[in-house]
């Protein structure tokens, strides 16, 4: 069974303080992808990342995959309380289907 | 559809009855998913389909759960004999086959036996 390990589980920050949140596994996966979950409602992907090595940045956001393809973070600038909500990374293994394996999440607070 | 609908969104049930769940994915989406979600947690695969066959089900925890998916399309997932450990929000995604397509994900059904 292939897993993935996300730490913090919580974090509590205010407004305007950068943060990383990260994910790692002992396992190789084809590629990695990041959603962020907000009450009631699905999770919603953020970004997929396939490369090594590869960074993505989506406006405050920074994700970057690991050289081995093993582990990911997410780094966020400057946060928001609407930034606030539970984040997951989801790795797709290289050996079998299509399903995806979701770590434990993330519980991102930003108060105002 | 412009997204995947779940209903009910919430179902409150007597420990012992059975429930079924239906998940309407994306039109065109041949691949649909079922996770469960604990209070905070994370998410707890439960089956795949690819069309109408389900090639992984390993997730299924016990016997007392199923899902069928028909036409490619709706899916519905049944639990039998309702205990209350299977309360628990339960979603279902829809995706294109393959990778790296991302999933969408329906808004969940929250079960709650009691």
């Known amino acids: 069974t292939q897993l993935l390990e996300q730490s913090p589980q919580f974090l509590s920050i205010q407004e305007g303080e950068n943060l990383t949140v990260y994910c790692n596994s002992s396992?190789?996966?084809?590629?990695l992808q990041w959603y962020r979950q907000e009450p009631g409602e699905g999770p919603v992907l953020l970004v997929t990342v396939v490369t090594g090595g590869e960074v993505k940045k989506l406006k405050r956001l920074t994700f970057q995959f690991g050289d081995a393809r093993k582990d990911s973070s997410l780094h966020i600038t400057a946060a928001q309380t609407g930034d606030t909500g539970l984040y997951l990374c989801?790795?797709?293994?290289?050996?079998?289907?299509?399903?995806?394996?979701f770590g434990e999440g993330t519980q991102l607070t930003v108060n105002p | 559809g412009a997204g995947v609908s779940q209903s009910p969104s919430n179902k409150v049930t007597e420990k012992g009855k059975d429930v079924e769940l239906r998940c309407d994915p994306i039109?065109?989406?041949?691949?649909l998913y079922w996770y469960r979600q604990s209070l905070g947690q994370g998410l707890e695969f439960l089956i795949y389909?690819?069309?109408?066959?389900?090639?992984?089900k390993s997730g299924l925890p016990s016997d007392r759960f199923s899902a069928e998916r028909t036409g490619g399309s709706v899916s519905t997932l049944t639990i039998q004999r309702t205990q209350q450990e299977d309360s628990a929000v339960y979603l279902c995604?829809?995706?294109?086959?393959?990778?790296?397509?991302?999933?969408?994900f329906g808004s969940g059904t929250r079960l709650t036996v009691v």
């Open positions: 995604a829809s995706s294109l086959a393959g990778f790296p397509y991302g999933y969408t």
């Open positions: 389909f690819q069309g109408n066959s389900a090639p992984d």
């Open positions: 039109s065109g989406h041949t691949a």
């Open positions: 989801a790795g797709a293994p290289e050996t079998s289907g299509s399903r995806l394996t």
């Open positions: 396992s190789v996966f084809s590629s």
